[in-house]
């Protein structure tokens, strides 16, 4: 489905609202509705589930949003957290010199996806598309221009070369997407955090940030959970979270916004092992989308060339979405950077004493860090689909299915009388319904025909439905269908609940 169906989808099936839309909306905010909060709050449980209940050595916190202003000095967000800007003088638009520069590369890489196709249409079969791109000239020579760009623009993204960058777009005569003029400012730096006053301290003391990350908050309580938890390295700290950060280009829906959610996992290791740790969370996090049914070939590793100021190696686990491939999840190894800051800001010490060798360190970490709402988009992108299915009378119909893994599905059972106004069904039905919502997020529908509310609940995402009819008042079975199966069969009301938890439990997925 295409990007603008995906976005009307999700506002009219309860999934996400434009925030204060009444007033025109405030540009990217977003909220949940009815369907949208029970997904979220699946896959934040999905994440949790497998994160601190599947291992022994990682445990939870829930830390606050406001933090001592200090932190954010020692963390390097207060000097570092910027990004480089650029405005055009006519349009007055502001935007990222480095997404500027990069919206300019993937025109090139569009032309050589055109292509690819083209050949791929010509040789049939026998295509071999690794082979095309590297004997074909025009897109050696395409692919060459990329990487020239990009690494040029590393390097001045990591020198902090401000000039450097503008050189650049100049040199690429990249002009203004709304305006189509040159006419450029210098780029400068700009810091993501919004800060806010303390009501009883004035001017500078009393500035607080809205946390840019949770990852901090984890931090500043490593030795409380260590202590309190009696962890032995290694062993992690997680957190799920509101962060905020004052995007310049926020767009894209929920992919970038202003105020949005982190999942992060620090784990902490023994100084030298880090980069052992940093590939077993890179493989065991692929495993973690992976188990959700997203398929291989949307989802990709991408190393950091331009690694943020903590990091000694990263890399981001790209999705397929329907702008590209994009950042999902981060995965970072960053050294003793935060714990030796905070010791050193703080005056406090954080080390860990480690009996197997009789000494004290700071240690290492590897952190997990993927954005909830990216992950939502994500999972929804890859799961709504419009197919032709055969309908009551066995002719081809077209349906707007969301094929959800039914762990993560808002609804796991709708269940629907087969007549509205018939007192038997929908009495029967009511006490269905009254049985299986203490077990499950379940729906109650009577309005309209059977087949329409069906779609209704595909549009959802609802793994199964049970339709009471006249058998069930004579023998006490119901009709259990299947979402993506769409098979239809008689069931025991006694069964149902197993039924439903074999089909639907998260176990299945960790
Ligand atoms: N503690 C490390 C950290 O915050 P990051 O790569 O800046 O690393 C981690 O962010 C994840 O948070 C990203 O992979 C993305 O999924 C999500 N994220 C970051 N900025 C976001 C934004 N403005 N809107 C939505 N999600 C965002």
């Not at 000097?79 to 010199?97: E, G, H, Q």
């Not at 260590?226 to 950060?245: C, D, N, T």
């Not at 004052?246 to 880090?274: D, H, L, S």
């Amino acid at each position: 489905m295409d990007f603008k169906n995906l976005i009307s989808h999700c506002k009219e099936y309860g999934f996400i609202f434009q925030s204060s839309e009444i007033y025109d909306g405030l540009s990217a905010a977003y909220d949940y509705g009815p369907n949208g909060v029970e997904l979220k709050n699946n896959i934040k449980q999905y994440w949790w589930k497998s994160m601190v209940q599947m291992h022994d050595n990682i445990t939870g916190i829930d830390a606050s949003i406001f933090m001592h202003p200090k932190t954010w000095k020692a963390s390097g967000h207060v000097d570092a957290f910027n990004d480089p800007l650029i405005d055009n003088k006519d349009s007055k638009k502001r935007y990222r010199a480095d997404q500027l520069i990069e919206g300019y590369t993937e025109k090139i890489e569009n032309k050589i996806k055109k292509d690819v196709e083209k050949a791929r249409k010509r040789f049939g079969d026998s295509f071999d598309e690794k082979q095309f791109r590297e004997t074909n000239g025009r897109i050696i020579d395409r692919q060459k221009k990329i990487d020239d760009i990009l690494s040029t623009m590393n390097k001045a993204l990591t020198d902090e070369n401000m000039e450097g960058l503008r050189n650049l777009i100049v040199d690429l005569d990249i002009a203004c997407p709304e305006s189509g003029s040159r006419n450029w400012t210098e780029v400068r730096q700009f810091n993501l955090m919004f800060s806010t006053q303390l009501g009883n301290i004035a001017g500078e003391e009393g500035k607080l940030y809205l946390r840019p990350e949770t990852a901090q908050g984890i931090f500043v309580n490593f030795l409380n959970v260590q202590k309190s938890m009696r962890q032995k390295v290694p062993f992690g700290i997680a957190q799920i979270g509101k962060a905020f950060r004052n995007e310049i280009v926020a767009r894209q829906f929920i992919f970038r916004m202003r105020e949005f959610e982190q999942m992060e996992m620090q784990f902490f290791v023994k100084p030298g092992t880090q980069h052992e740790w940093y590939n077993y969370w890179k493989e065991t996090r692929l495993k973690w989308h992976k188990a959700l049914g997203t398929p291989e070939s949307k989802l990709r590793f991408h190393d950091h060339e331009n690694l943020a100021h903590y990091a000694d190696a990263a890399v981001d686990i790209e999705f397929e979405f329907p702008f590209g491939f994009r950042e999902l999840e981060g995965i970072h190894s960053r050294t003793d950077f935060d714990l030796m800051a905070h010791q050193q800001l703080s005056g406090k010490k954080l080390q860990y004493f480690d009996p197997s060798i009789n000494e004290n360190y700071v240690p290492y970490v590897v952190e997990t860090s993927i954005g909830c709402d990216r992950m939502f988009l994500a999972q929804i992108a890859n799961n709504l689909v419009e197919e032709v299915v055969p309908d009551a009378d066995g002719k081809d119909s077209t349906r707007v299915v969301m094929k959800l893994h039914p762990s993560i599905a808002p609804v796991k059972v709708a269940v629907l009388p087969l007549v509205k106004n018939k007192e038997e069904f929908t009495n029967a039905a009511k006490d269905i319904f009254g049985q299986l919502k203490k077990s499950f997020n379940c729906q109650y529908d009577e309005k309209d025909g059977i087949g329409r509310r069906y779609r209704r609940q595909d549009a959802i995402g609802t793994p199964y439905c049970v339709t009471i009819d006249g058998t069930t008042l004579e023998d006490g079975t119901v009709t259990l269908r299947e979402r993506d199966s769409l098979n239809q069969n008689r069931v025991n009301i006694a069964d149902l609940k197993s039924k439903v938890f074999a089909g639907t439990d998260m176990g299945n997925l960790i």
